[in-house]
């Protein structure tokens, strides 16, 4: 059975940073890109940033471009998302999403999600 | 506002058919194929339809997707009390370089 585990969350204040962590099981890891999507609280879902499988290819979103930075260990299937200079509209739920596509990632078709993490800025 | 636009709400009774729009333009629809998730408030979305109309396993066959140019949509047909919940468009944007997600519609079963 494939679970993601997200954790890493919690409050602090803007230009503040947190390191998320999603811990991936069920799957042959390596195999599928991961990806990460937050939703602010009463808004819809956004993009934030996608890894390969091997880890050598990642993206990111404008509004967090230059700021995150996604990494992961495949010996220990864990996927990361470091945030620096925190902004209060960084505050949302952040999923860990595992790529449907096999292989060379899709980063839109997600087919496991995790539950979430919070992270909540401000001052 | 999103790269790729929904009607904010859309709603049906049981047993009707209803469909949702996703409208894009050329470096995201009219290039990429199109994904659709459905989300419960409170839970983590769902994979419906990836590849503009591939169901994953598990998915009812009373939905359906479909992409024609640069808008897509989402069917539902046999509309169920379940069915109740927000969707969500999703689809690459070679210009932004990632996936552009719509921003959303919300489905009431009257």
């Known amino acids: 059975e494939v679970q993601l585990l997200e954790s890493g969350g919690g409050s602090l204040q803007p230009g503040g940073s947190l390191r998320l962590s999603c811990a991936a099981s069920?799957?042959?890891?390596?195999?599928?890109?991961m990806s990460w999507v937050r939703q602010a609280p009463g808004k819809g879902l956004e993009w934030v940033s996608g890894?390969?499988?091997?880890?050598?290819?990642?993206f990111f979103a404008d509004s967090v471009k230059g700021r995150f930075t996604i990494s992961r260990d495949n010996i220990e299937n864990t996927v990361y998302l470091q945030m620096n200079s925190l902004r209060a509209e960084d505050t949302a739920v952040y999923y860990c999403a595992k790529d449907h596509s096999y292989g060379s990632g899709s980063y839109g078709a997600l087919d496991y999600w995790g539950r979430g993490t919070l992270v909540t800025v401000s001052s | 506002q999103s790269v790729l636009t929904q009607p904010p709400s859309a709603s049906g009774t049981p047993g009707q058919r209803v469909t949702i729009s996703c409208s894009g333009s050329?470096?995201?629809?009219?290039?990429?194929?199109v994904n659709w998730y459905q989300q419960v408030p409170g839970t983590a979305p769902k994979l419906l339809i990836y590849?503009?109309?591939q169901r994953p396993s598990g998915v009812p066959g009373r939905l359906s997707g479909s992409k024609s140019g640069t808008s897509a949509s989402l069917a539902i047909s046999g509309l169920q009390s379940e069915d109740e919940a927000d969707y969500y468009c999703?689809?690459?944007?070679?210009?932004?370089?990632?996936?552009?997600f719509g921003g959303g519609t919300k489905l009431t079963v009257l």
């Open positions: 050329s470096p995201n629809i009219g290039s990429n194929s």
């Open positions: 890894i390969s499988g091997s880890g050598r290819i990642s």
């Open positions: 999703v689809a690459w944007d070679d210009n932004l370089n990632g996936p552009v």
């Open positions: 069920g799957f042959t890891f390596s195999n599928y890109a």
């Open positions: 590849s503009n109309d």
